[in-house]
């Protein structure tokens, strides 16, 4: 992992200013696609196979989730150095480092109920002013909450819950 990371600090570093968070996001999503799809990933390990094999897979793969022509110098620069199998761990590296590098959070938002508008604006705005990062958000339904809202990110965490109630009282009768 720590190899994927350097790749990906050296991807910023060249090509940080001409590529957008959603590009980055593409990324992620093929980096998804390819965990989800593990024989892609097997096949790029692969030494015999023909490098010209794995770049027409790695640069069809750009062209399916959009990404542009600066991955294609990533697939190259990873198959020049015999590691093309990394592409997927440099993608999901090459995300973090970008919203590390530019300030971003992407929030999970769940809840036990669908939120109203009204309501989303309200926590946007509440989590706004918690932090100093740009910040992105998904929502997404859990019914375990009972009722409340939990807000993460990769490195926050805010819950208002009945749930969080409930957890809190068992690890006091724990003691």
Known sequence: MMLAQKYAHAFI???GSVISYDEVRYGGQAASYLYH????????????????????GLRELCQKFKLPAAFETLIDLLLHDGRAYLFAAVLDALVLTYRKVHAIAEFHVTSASVLKPD????????????????????????????????????TLLWE??????????ARMHQF
């Open 119 to 154: 309501t989303r604006v309200f926590l946007e705005k509440f989590m706004n002013g918690k932090t100093t990062s740009t910040n992105f958000y998904t929502y997404d339904l859990n019914q375990s909450l009972i009722a409340g809202v939990r807000m993460q990110s990769d």
């Open 37 to 56: 799809h593990r024989r892609a990933l097997f096949l790029l390990k692969i030494s015999t196979l023909d490098d010209e094999v794995k770049r027409k």
């Open 160 to 169: 208002y819950s009945i749930d969080k109630k409930l957890r809190a009282l």
């Open 13 to 15: 570093n060249v090509f």
